[in-house]
Every structure is written in C-alpha cells, then in structure tokens.
C-alpha cells in the first residue's frame, strides 16, 4: 500500500449517522493532515495532527492518530449532505527535509439525506 | 484573510500549445507548493519555494515544466509544450511555518490537453 491510503474507498451512510474513514501509511511522520474535497472543487483543510498527539476534535470531527500501528482514522460525527466529499489523508515525512505531503487515493463519502 | 488563489480555474490548449498557470498564496505564507492529480490518480507533489528559492522540486514530471516564484509573492508554473498526459488538476498550497507544516490548498487549475 502506498503512503497515506485510505480505507475503505467508498462509504455510503444515512444523515445523522457517523462516518468513518481510516488511513495507514508506511513511514515515521511529523505530522498527518486531513483534507476534503467537494467534487470539482478545491481541498479543504480539516485538521492536523501531530505525531506526539493522539486524538484532536474538531467541531463534528475527530481524529485519532496511532503511530505505533501506523494510522489514523477521522470520526464524522452526526453526518449531514452537506458532508458528502471525498476525503484524503496526507502525511509528511518524519525528518526528511521536504515538507511535501503524500496523499492516498481518498475516501468517497456519500450522505444520503 | 484571503485564501490561496489560482488563475484560470479551467484551461483548454491543444497538443503543443504553452499554458501558464498562476498561484496567490496566503499573504505571508513564504512556502508555496505544487501538487498535480491526474485522472485516477492520487495528488502528487511537483515541487515547494521558500520564498524565490526552490527547495525540492523531485516531482518535477520532465523539464517541459518550469516553476517561477519571482520576489517570493505569487508562483507561476508553465508547460511548454503540452502533452495530452498533462492533463489534470493542478493545486497551489501555501504554508507559514515549515515546522508545523499546514499546507492551504488552492481551488486548483483543471487543465485540459486536447
């Protein structure tokens, strides 16, 4: 699996409902950063996390950092259709000394209103 | 605060042809980046500025790609000539600090190579 996969690649769900999607990547990371993408539109920045943190919240997301299993999972809570994105992980390799972030393919997330 | 911008957001060119594509970082932000997703593809990094520097471009695809970032402001990339595997959707993020590592993406440049 390359760096930064996501799991699983599609996801289908009823509003209200939790969503969640899990990434694994294969290197030490300074940090690991979600993203969404609407369709056709540009990536939104959700949340960082720090390889020394091992959960962070924001608003209805949470995010869960694992470092000695080598991922990371993002909690939607109460999902809304206006969730409906693909949903990317990115990390950064620990010490490299690039700053360039390794996405997966993502997570297609469809909330069914 | 204005986010990061990106001129023209669609760019249809045939085969040959030269295109420019332009990037606005956040205001301050002196790292700036490219990244590309082609289709069916996952967004990969083409290269990152610190200011006017280049600081890695290892994702430059061939040297029909050029990158400029002049005064350390705005960042433009050209293609010269295109190929029709130049196609996709190209992103400009902007970051302040290196350490930390916060990448805002730009809505991207969808470039299609006819």
């Known amino acids: 699996s390359q760096q930064g996969e996501e799991d699983p690649q599609a996801l289908s769900i009823q509003e209200g409902e939790n969503a969640t999607m899990n990434c694994s990547y294969k290197?030490?990371?300074?940090?690991l950063q979600w993203y969404r993408q609407n369709s056709g539109r540009g990536l939104v920045h959700l949340i960082l996390?720090?390889?020394?943190?091992r959960e962070k919240h924001s608003g209805r997301l949470r995010v869960t950092l694992d470092t000695s299993k080598k991922s990371s999972s993002l909690l939607i809570t109460a999902s809304r259709a206006a969730d409906t994105a693909s949903y990317f992980c990115?990390?950064?390799?620990?010490?490299?000394?690039?700053?360039?972030?390794?996405f997966g393919k993502g997570t297609k997330l469809t909330v069914n209103p | 605060e204005a986010g990061v911008t990106q001129f023209p957001s669609h760019s249809v060119i045939e085969k040959g042809q030269t295109v420019t594509l332009r990037c606005d970082p956040i205001?301050?932000?002196?790292?700036l980046y490219w990244y590309r997703r082609v289709m069916g593809k996952e967004i990969k990094f083409l290269l990152h500025?610190?200011?006017?520097?280049?600081?890695?471009e290892s994702g430059m695809p061939n040297n029909r790609f050029l990158a400029e970032r002049t005064g350390g402001t705005y960042s433009t990339l050209k293609v010269q000539p295109a190929e029709l595997e130049d196609s996709g959707v190209y992103f400009c993020?902007?970051?302040?600090?290196?350490?930390?590592?916060?990448?805002?993406f730009g809505p991207g440049t969808r470039l299609t190579v006819l």
């Open positions: 990115a990390t950064d390799a620990f010490r490299s000394g690039s700053e360039k972030l390794v």
């Open positions: 996390i720090r390889s020394n943190e």
């Open positions: 205001s301050g932000h002196d790292n």
């Open positions: 500025f610190v200011k006017e520097s280049k600081q890695d």
């Open positions: 290197t030490s990371i300074n940090n």
């Open positions: 993020a902007s970051s302040q600090d290196r350490a930390f590592n916060e990448q805002f």
